[in-house]
């Protein structure tokens, strides 16, 4: 089946790093591939997405490319903020199949 | 713009009782889910509900849980005699299609299920 894996952290880094986080895919299908972010005490908000290989997704100056040839989804931001504090989840959407959810990654910012 | 919505925020319940959360999905979309994370863990998926119908289900989803969508606005999530290990964030999602490009889940804020 389908499984979606991610680096647990906690990530831990100073205002204005650039901040990696692994996202490694394993699907049967074509995914459309997210990423999610949990800020402290609230839900789950979508905070990017790809539908096919290549596709780059972008918001609030995060960004993760689609690779399948690495079946990967990293996400990256060139210079984090202390507001930037969540975790953040990895995500696969396979047609006619529920989302899987890799198992967050709390990242900390430090001002 | 549109989001979806669940009541209450935090309920807390006795073992064995029951309990209904409710979910207000965006309104033109067609698929509708529920979630849970017990706390510090992973998003679980329960169901998925289309065409007034159970889609899918995971094995947590069992005898305990039923869904219904009891008119054209609303969409909940009974548990009929609640466990201790009940006790989980619960997240309802809703998408426009279930197919690539319009798959895209949209989560409501969650209610927190304590069962004592």
């Known amino acids: 089946g389908n499984s979606v894996t991610q680096m647990e952290g906690p990530v831990t880094l100073s205002e204005e790093a650039f901040l990696t986080i692994n996202c490694t895919y394993t699907?049967?299908?074509?995914?459309?591939l997210f990423w999610y972010v949990q800020y402290p005490g609230e839900g789950l908000q979508l905070l990017l997405k790809a539908t096919k290989a290549d596709d780059k997704g972008s918001n609030k100056g995060f960004e993760a490319t689609y690779r399948k040839e690495t079946t990967s989804f990293h996400l990256e931001k060139g210079s984090v903020q202390v507001s930037d504090s969540a975790v953040y989840f990895c995500a696969l959407g396979d047609y006619g199949q529920n989302f899987v959810f890799g198992p967050g990654t709390r990242l900390s910012v430090l001002p | 713009e549109p989001e979806v919505t669940q009541t209450p925020s935090h309920q807390v319940t006795q073992m064995g009782q029951e309990v209904i959360l409710r979910c207000v999905p965006i309104s033109n979309h067609l698929y509708f889910y529920w979630y849970r994370q017990i706390l510090g863990q992973k998003v679980e998926f329960l169901v998925s509900?289309?065409?007034?119908?159970?889609?899918?289900k995971s094995e947590i989803f069992d005898d305990q849980f039923s869904v219904e969508r009891p008119d054209g606005s609303n969409f909940t999530l009974k548990i009929r005699s609640t466990k201790l290990e009940d006790s989980a964030m619960y997240f309802c999602?809703?998408?426009?299609?279930?197919?690539?490009?319009?798959?895209?889940?949209?989560f409501g804020p969650g209610t927190r299920l304590t069962v004592l």
């Open positions: 509900f289309y065409n007034n119908e159970i889609s899918e």
């Open positions: 699907a049967t299908g074509y995914p459309s």
């Open positions: 999602a809703s998408s426009l299609a279930g197919g690539p490009g319009t798959d895209t889940q949209y």
